[in-house]
Structure formats: structure tokens, C-alpha cells
């Protein structure tokens, strides 16, 4: 039986945490999810990771900030499961899928997908234990976008996604009618709601499940690929040492 990625939109409507109209929009909707998918794996030549919609909306808050809020329409997750395999998951938001345009989300989902590079990279080099801690909302933008492989590598067959990512990414995500409609059409109506520390945005792996996971060669050698364009373009650049 395959994996449904709308199970949980599913199980959150049967018990009324959303509400019908709502619930067929983000139904209706899917589909632009579906072929953004599609869309990464043709331009990198690689399979999307596991990925679901979450039915709340995700916001992050700092102590230092604590009039503003961050929204995150996806996450990408390292999971490890009871048979102690690690993997990687990536978390689309029902908002992002109910209110983003297709831009956006084709946007949004391949930027989690070069997260998600980035993580089996340094997984795979046995160089990660746990991530930076960032203490502010900026920060976190910052840092968000400053490890990713370069875009115009990983997705160089299709000039139209790289722009849908450059122009929605220049430093973090901002997409100001997006998260205006999520405010309005979401928060300010109750609907569910997850709020994460930006603080606590640490990941802690241990060592025994980043050994276990399991990476095929195609994966590892279009990573190397992607990581040395990226080495000749900062070579390449003023300043470079």
C-alpha cells in the first residue's frame, strides 16, 4: 500500500480540528505539491525524501524578538525510527499547500530539497553531531541559507525554478501576502498551531543511526557532483583564499 502524504489533513478534518471548506482546498490544491516534486526530481536527477502535509501551522518565536513570530511553511526533518534507521523527512504546512501560489510552492519545496542535500552530505562525512543554535529570528533566515549546495547546480536544467528560488530566498523566505493570508486565514481563526523555540532548533543526531543511513550511490555521487560546482564557483570569486 503506498504512503499517503495528506493522511494527516485526512485525520484532522474526520475529527474536526479543520474545517470542510478548508480541508478541500488544501485536497484541491495538492496536486501543484505533487508536480513541484516532480519538477525538483526531473532538474536534479534525484528522488524527493519522504514528505507529508502537516495540518498546523508552524511558527517559530524568539525571547529576544518576543513581539515577532516566524512562520515555517516546510521543514526538512531528521527522524529516527523504532528500528533505529535514520531518515530524513520533509514537513509541508496545509498553509503553505491552502493560500501559496505555484511558484512559491514549487519554491519552497525545492529549497528543502537542497536542505535535505545538505544534510545527507555532512551525515554521510560523519561531520555532524548537532547544528547551531540560533538566537534570533534573523539569524535563523541568515544561517537558513548561507550552507545550502548552489542552487543553480543542483537545478541548473530548469532557469525557471532557480529564479522561482532566488527571488523568493534572497536572505530566508519572505513572501509577504503568503504569510499575511496564513495570519488572516488561520491563526486568527484558532485553526491548529505548532510553536517552535528558534532557539531550540538544534539537531542532535546520535552517532549509531547517522552509520545506519542508508544513502544510495547515485545520491552520494550527484552530492560530490553539486559540491565541487559550488567549490569552483567560490573559487572563482573576488577574495577567495
Not at 513541484?36 to 525524501?49: F, N
Not at 511558527?59 to 528500528?83: H, K, M, Y
Not at 501560489?101 to 530539497?113: D, S, V
Amino acid at each position: 500500500m503506498s504512503f499517503d502524504p495528506l493522511y494527516k489533513v485526512h485525520d484532522a478534518a474526520k475529527v474536526g480540528q479543520l474545517p470542510e471548506k478548508l480541508y478541500r482546498l488544501v485536497v484541491e490544491r495538492f496536486p501543484l505539491v505533487t508536480e513541484g516534486i516532480k519538477r525538483v526530481e526531473d532538474a536534479s536527477g534525484l528522488k524527493y525524501p519522504y514528505f507529508y502535509v502537516e495540518p498546523s501551522m508552524v511558527v517559530s518565536t524568539s525571547a529576544a524578538e518576543f513581539t515577532q513570530f516566524g512562520i515555517f511553511f516546510a521543514r526538512t526533518i531528521p527522524v529516527v525510527g523504532e528500528d533505529n534507521l535514520l531518515r530524513v523527512v520533509v514537513q509541508i504546512t496545509a498553509p503553505l499547500v491552502a493560500f501559496g501560489l505555484k511558484g512559491t510552492i514549487h519554491a519552497i519545496l525545492a529549497h528543502e530539497f537542497l536542505h535535505y542535500l545538505e544534510l545527507v552530505s555532512r551525515i554521510v562525512k560523519m561531520n555532524i553531531v548537532s547544528d547551531e543554535i540560533s538566537g534570533t529570528l534573523f539569524e535563523g533566515r541568515y544561517a537558513d541559507s548561507g550552507k545550502l549546495l548552489e542552487e543553480r547546480a543542483v537545478f541548473k536544467s530548469d532557469p525557471t525554478l532557480i529564479k522561482h528560488i532566488t527571488t523568493r530566498f534572497p536572505e530566508g523566505f519572505r513572501d509577504l501576502k503568503l504569510e499575511d493570508k496564513a495570519i488572516k486565514l488561520w491563526m486568527d481563526k484558532g485553526l491548529p498551531m505548532i510553536k517552535v523555540p528558534i532557539d531550540s532548533n538544534v539537531i542532535k543526531i546520535p552517532v549509531e543511526a547517522m552509520a545506519r543511513l542508508q544513502v544510495e550511490q547515485q545520491v552520494r555521487d550527484k552530492i560530490a557532483e553539486f559540491e565541487s560546482v559550488k567549490l569552483r564557483r567560490r573559487k572563482g570569486q573576488p577574495g577567495y583564499v
